[in-house]
């Protein structure tokens, strides 16, 4: 699905290009509609050069790791080879052949951390869809790529979202991660009839913990409704 950029600046994703049905990404809307006085305080804390080097190393450790997470998955579940961790690493640095020596390593790093604790991998099952796009037109609409959905071996289906982060995180900072969840898992119902059951955030930290935040069907619906209030003030603030 192509993506535009649109006149704020923000990532659109073509939904219907024969109907130039362009939606905003959901962290486009999140970006724009959650409170920024704790990041503007960081960029002045530090600078804007400093905060810009960081936000970079950050996104593009965060991209190794994804890639790498997704070829992994294709390597041990939908196309099993030998040595699925191997092979996925090949096919990760292939693909992000523009990323430094030190971003590959720490998003290598932040993935092994997942790879080597039994409660992440070892409980999926079968994989149903992999960085596939998504999309609803609730409250004006909005559209993203979701990470995984998988069914997990006691026949769980569940939405998975991949985070980096550079410390641990306290639940009450994530208000932003769950409603990008809850935003996926309803897309994914309504563009492939999947409903989770239970969606789970993973992060990983670069200080060496890993950590999983959990969201039942009720969650779900939860943030939701919180992330629809933002869709609505999004098209709002910035109409087509």
Same mark, same amino acid.
């Given at each position: 699905?192509?993506?535009?950029?649109?006149?704020? /600046?923000?990532?659109?994703?073509?939904?219907?290009?024969?109907?130039?049905?362009?939606?905003?990404?959901?962290?486009?809307?999140?970006?724009?509609?959650?409170?920024?006085?704790?990041?503007? @305080?960081?960029?002045?804390?530090?600078?804007?050069?400093?905060?810009?080097?960081?936000?970079?190393?950050? @996104?593009?450790?965060?991209?190794?790791?994804?890639?790498?997470?997704?070829h992994y998955l294709n390597s041990l579940l939908v196309d099993p080879?030998?040595?699925?961790?191997?092979?996925?690493?090949?096919?990760?640095? @292939?693909?992000?052949?523009?990323?430094?020596?030190?971003?590959?390593?720490?998003?290598?790093?932040?993935?092994?951390?997942?790879?080597?604790?039994?409660?992440?991998?070892?409980?999926?099952?079968?994989?149903?869809?992999?960085?596939?796009?998504?999309?609803?037109?609730? /409250?004006?609409?909005?559209?993203?790529?979701?990470?995984?959905?998988?069914?997990?071996?006691?026949?769980?289906?569940?939405?998975?979202?991949?985070?980096?982060?550079?410390?641990?995180?306290?639940?009450?900072?994530?208000?932003?991660?769950?409603?990008?969840?809850? @935003?996926?898992?309803?897309?994914?119902?309504?563009?492939?009839?999947?409903?989770?059951?239970?969606?789970?955030?993973?992060?990983?930290?670069?200080?060496?913990?890993?950590?999983?935040?959990?969201?039942?069907?009720?969650?779900?619906?939860?943030?939701?409704?919180?992330?629809?209030?933002?869709?609505?003030?999004?098209?709002?603030?910035?109409?087509?």
């Amino acid at each position: 699905m192509k993506t535009e950029t649109g006149k704020n /600046g923000g990532r659109y994703y073509v939904v219907d290009e024969k109907n130039s049905v362009k939606l905003p990404s959901v962290t486009t809307i999140l970006g724009n509609m959650q409170d920024k006085s704790g990041l503007d @305080a960081w960029i002045k804390r530090v600078g804007e050069k400093k905060a810009k080097e960081i936000s970079t190393f950050s @996104a593009n450790r965060g991209t190794f790791m994804h890639v790498l997470h997704e070829h992994y998955l294709n390597s041990l579940l939908v196309d099993p080879v030998e040595k699925p961790l191997k092979e996925a690493f090949k096919l990760s640095l @292939a693909e992000c052949n523009t990323l430094t020596e030190e971003e590959i390593k720490c998003g290598k790093d932040l993935f092994m951390q997942f790879h080597n604790n039994s409660d992440f991998y070892e409980q999926i099952g079968e994989v149903l869809y992999q960085e596939v796009p998504v999309w609803s037109l609730k /409250g004006g609409g909005y559209a993203g790529r979701l990470d995984l959905a998988a069914k997990t071996k006691d026949g769980k289906v569940k939405v998975i979202d991949f985070k980096t982060s550079r410390k641990p995180k306290r639940e009450s900072w994530i208000d932003g991660y769950k409603m990008q969840t809850a @935003a996926y898992s309803i897309g994914l119902y309504e563009q492939y009839g999947v409903f989770p059951e239970e969606t789970e955030i993973w992060i990983s930290c670069e200080t060496g913990e890993v950590q999983t935040f959990r969201m039942d069907v009720n969650d779900i619906k939860h943030w939701f409704s919180k992330f629809q209030e933002l869709v609505v003030g999004y098209h709002e603030k910035f109409p087509k």
